[in-house]
């Protein structure tokens, strides 16, 4: 074998090894294009997966979250908080529906207020079986005292006895109580005199005042107060200079003393009304009686002699 044909040989094989070279290079590198290409594959689905959980899971708490604004509302609970929740709840799953690219940040800050919702769901469920528990107790009390049958009279005559029956048809777990009530009489020369026995002519104002006993369950607003001064009689002192005038009480009307608009804070907070009178009263027994949306608030007697 010639020196240049031995030449030509060893350049095939050098040559022919390049190629098995470069072909193994090659189907290495496929190798792990394919690889990456499947664990981005696999991280992409796991990712998708994790959003479709995330979401279904807001899509529950948001369904129950509305189940709980509706039981509260047919027991007068707040509900304007739980709102503004649902309104931000439709928010987070929308931006989870919507949002292809959702930043790693954010995901995780949507999923952290998951366990928040979990955890006001809870709270509400608690809130709701103590409103449940209250209201029954006071609908138990109240079918007893419905036992109690007691006619009504529509004239002011019948007025004590109307009290008596409205008290035994208390059916709202939020209505308003005033206790300590109280009388200060106040004379022409501006003397004060605190009781519930008061001379005629010493008389000039009659103060009446009373505390807003707590209620939980009545919502924080404005409430109209009716103050009824029944005469010995059973009449009511009317005076439309002083804003005398009539409200609805037992689908009927009756006619108030004066009234007086409050914004309840529970908070205990302290009413007064002052009745100046504008002739002599009768002597005897007066009732001062209170009601607030149909219901006797309280009630308290005092004499003139």
Same mark, same amino acid.
Do not use: C
């Given at each position: 074998?010639?020196?240049?044909?031995?030449?030509?040989?060893?350049?095939?094989?050098?040559?022919?090894?390049?190629?098995?070279?470069?072909?193994?290079?090659?189907?290495?590198q496929?190798?792990?294009?394919d690889?990456?290409?499947?664990?981005?594959?696999?991280?992409?689905?796991?990712?998708?997966?994790?959003?479709?959980?995330?979401?279904?899971?807001?899509?529950?708490i948001?369904?129950?979250?509305?189940?709980?604004?509706?039981?509260? !509302? &047919?027991?007068?609970?707040?509900?304007? #908080? $739980?709102?503004?929740?649902?309104?931000? %709840? +439709?928010?987070?799953?929308?931006? =989870?529906?919507?949002?292809?690219?959702?930043?790693?940040?954010?995901?995780?800050?949507?999923?952290?207020?998951?366990?928040a919702?979990?955890?006001?769901?809870?709270?509400?469920?608690?809130?709701?079986?103590l409103?449940?528990?209250?209201? !029954? &107790?006071?609908?138990?009390?109240?079918? #007893? $005292?419905?036992?109690?049958?007691?006619? %009504? +009279?529509?004239?002011?005559?019948? =007025?004590?006895?109307?009290?008596?029956?409205?008290?035994?048809?208390?059916?709202?777990?939020?209505?308003l109580?005033?206790?300590?009530?109280?009388?200060?009489?106040?004379?022409?020369?501006?003397?004060?005199?605190?009781g519930?026995?008061?001379?005629?002519?010493?008389l000039?104002?009659?103060? $009446?005042?009373?505390?807003?006993?707590?209620?939980?369950?009545?919502?924080?607003?404005?409430?109209?107060?009716?103050?009824?001064?029944?005469?010995?009689?059973?009449?009511?002192?009317?005076?439309?200079?002083?804003?005398?005038?009539?409200?609805?009480?037992?689908?009927?009307?009756?006619?108030?003393?004066?009234?007086?608009?409050?914004?309840?804070?529970?908070t205990?907070?302290?009413?007064?009304?002052?009745?100046?009178?504008?002739?002599?009263?009768?002597?005897?027994?007066?009732?001062?009686?209170?009601?607030?949306d149909?219901?006797?608030?309280?009630?308290?007697?005092?004499?003139?002699?």
């Amino acid at each position: 074998m010639t020196l240049s044909k031995i030449k030509r040989n060893n350049k095939n094989n050098l040559l022919l090894v390049l190629v098995v070279i470069l072909v193994f290079l090659n189907g290495l590198q496929w190798l792990l294009n394919d690889r990456s290409s499947q664990k981005k594959q696999v991280l992409i689905e796991s990712k998708e997966l994790e959003l479709v959980t995330t979401y279904a899971k807001l899509d529950s708490i948001s369904s129950e979250l509305e189940l709980q604004i509706s039981e509260l !509302q &047919s027991m007068n609970g707040h509900v304007d #908080s $739980l709102i503004l929740i649902v309104k931000e %709840l +439709e928010r987070d799953k929308q931006e =989870l529906l919507t949002s292809k690219n959702l930043a790693n940040g954010r995901y995780q800050e949507l999923r952290g207020k998951v366990e928040a919702y979990e955890e006001l769901l809870k709270r509400k469920d608690a809130e709701i079986a103590l409103l449940k528990k209250t209201n !029954q &107790s006071l609908l138990d009390e109240t079918i #007893s $005292l419905k036992k109690e049958k007691i006619d %009504l +009279e529509d004239s002011i005559v019948g =007025l004590k006895r109307t009290q008596r029956k409205m008290s035994a048809k208390i059916s709202m777990a939020s209505s308003l109580k005033a206790k300590d009530l109280s009388f200060t009489r106040i004379s022409d020369s501006g003397k004060e005199k605190i009781g519930t026995s008061f001379k005629n002519r010493r008389l000039s104002r009659l103060k $009446l005042h009373f505390t807003i006993a707590k209620n939980p369950i009545s919502p924080i607003g404005v409430k109209t107060i009716y103050l009824i001064i029944a005469t010995p009689e059973g009449a009511t002192l009317y005076n439309e200079a002083i804003g005398s005038g009539t409200f609805k009480l037992n689908k009927g009307e009756v006619f108030y003393t004066m009234k007086q608009d409050i914004l309840f804070d529970n908070t205990e907070q302290k009413v007064a009304f002052e009745y100046t009178k504008d002739s002599d009263l009768k002597v005897g027994q007066y009732t001062a009686m209170l009601y607030n949306d149909g219901v006797l608030m309280g009630e308290q007697s005092f004499i003139i002699k």
